[in-house]
């Protein structure tokens, strides 16, 4: 009996120590490694016979996965609840690799814990498919909020942000201003140039208003084909005014050339200024009606300038 025992348990050992997890046995008690498995030397590097306390295992835990699996791991085995957790080794050329270590808690005749056993095994391969999967559904919200000609917050994103700063403005009592710039004579460029050329135009227009007047947390986005909508929370009448004039002026400076406008030699826009410190009663779709009336205004008075909503006309010719 004694024989068939010892040739069984060899049988399991080499079963084992042949799988690609890495089985192991700590003594509750004694808070050491009865056993460890010797594929761990293949997986991190470190001895077999490094293993000896549970301290050796807790010091090559990644610092930052260290404390959140220490305490989990101790709390399920008091409890005497199975368990897995992932975490990062340390290897002995101090790297780290992504383990999940599944936990069996075996308890005495007393009920009590007398040792947990379990299995390591190196889930580095599914951590790094999972990690570039988050980093492609980021990439793909990003794209998905983006106009894919010129670059710039598509409509969705501005809608969102939008609503979004038109909360802050309302709970906070802060202004909203919206700046909505429209090329001028844009079918003209298209017939003249070719739509490819006015693909460009609307590029380097979104580019040159995005450089020119947005800051911190402003966005610029795409409104519609050739208009674009700049959202400025916090700023005031004057402040808008004044960013849609610079707009209107590095446009000038651009100095693209627009043969066939009927304003003048380069490209221009008409930009529409709006602003509300929004109190009881007011509403966004309020707001950007006064914005779209203002750039209205601007292309029925001659294009090439800005118009804001109760504020002088500055004109620019
Ligand atoms: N190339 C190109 N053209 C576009 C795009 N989206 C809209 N357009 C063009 O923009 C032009 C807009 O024409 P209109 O609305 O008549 O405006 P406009 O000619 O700029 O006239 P005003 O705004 O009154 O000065 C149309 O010819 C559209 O085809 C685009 O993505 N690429």
Redesign the pocket.
């Known amino acids: 009996m004694g024989a068939y025992l010892e040739v069984e348990s060899a049988v399991y050992k080499t079963l084992l120590e042949s799988t690609r997890a890495i089985p192991w046995k700590i003594d509750w008690a004694a808070a050491r490694f009865a056993y460890i498995g010797p594929q761990i030397e293949g997986l991190l590097g470190w001895s077999q016979a490094s293993w000896a306390t549970v301290q050796d295992w807790v010091d090559r835990i990644h610092p930052d996965d260290r404390e959140r699996v220490v305490q989990f791991c101790i709390a399920q085995s008091q409890a005497g609840v199975d368990h897995e957790a992932d975490y990062r080794a340390l290897t002995c050329e101090g790297d780290y690799v992504w383990i999940r270590d599944v936990v069996h808690v075996v308890r005495n005749e007393e009920g009590a814990v007398d040792s947990l056993v379990g299995f390591m095994f190196d889930i580095s391969e599914r951590k790094r498919a999972e990690e570039r999967m988050l980093q492609l559904q980021g990439e793909l919200t990003e794209l998905s909020f983006r106009d894919g000609?010129t670059g710039v917050a598509n409509r969705r994103r501005l809608d969102a942000f939008l609503d979004a700063e038109w909360a802050v403005a309302c709970r906070e009592r802060k202004p909203l201003s919206l700046v909505l710039a429209?090329?001028?004579?844009?079918?003209?460029y298209?017939d003249h140039y070719g739509?490819l050329a006015?693909?460009a135009c609307?590029r380097r227009v979104a580019g040159l208003l995005d450089t020119a007047a947005v800051r911190g947390l402003e966005l610029l986005g795409r409104f519609g084909?050739?208009e674009f909508l700049m959202v400025l929370p916090g700023t005031d009448a004057a402040g808008a005014l004044e960013r849609a004039t610079l707009c209107l002026a590095r446009l000038a400076e651009a100095d693209i050339p627009h043969g066939a406008s009927a304003v003048a030699g380069t490209l221009t826009a008409s930009f529409g200024v709006a602003t509300l410190l929004p109190g009881p009663g007011d509403d966004l779709l309020a707001l950007l009606e006064t914005v779209d009336r203002c750039l209205y205004r601007a292309?029925q008075q001659g294009?090439n300038q800005v118009v804001a909503s109760q504020s002088p006309l500055p004109s620019h010719a």
Do not use: S
Request: hydrophobic share 25%; glycine share 12%; charged share 40%.
């Open positions: 000609l429209d090329i001028d004579c844009f079918k003209q298209n739509h006015g693909d609307l084909g050739e292309k294009r």
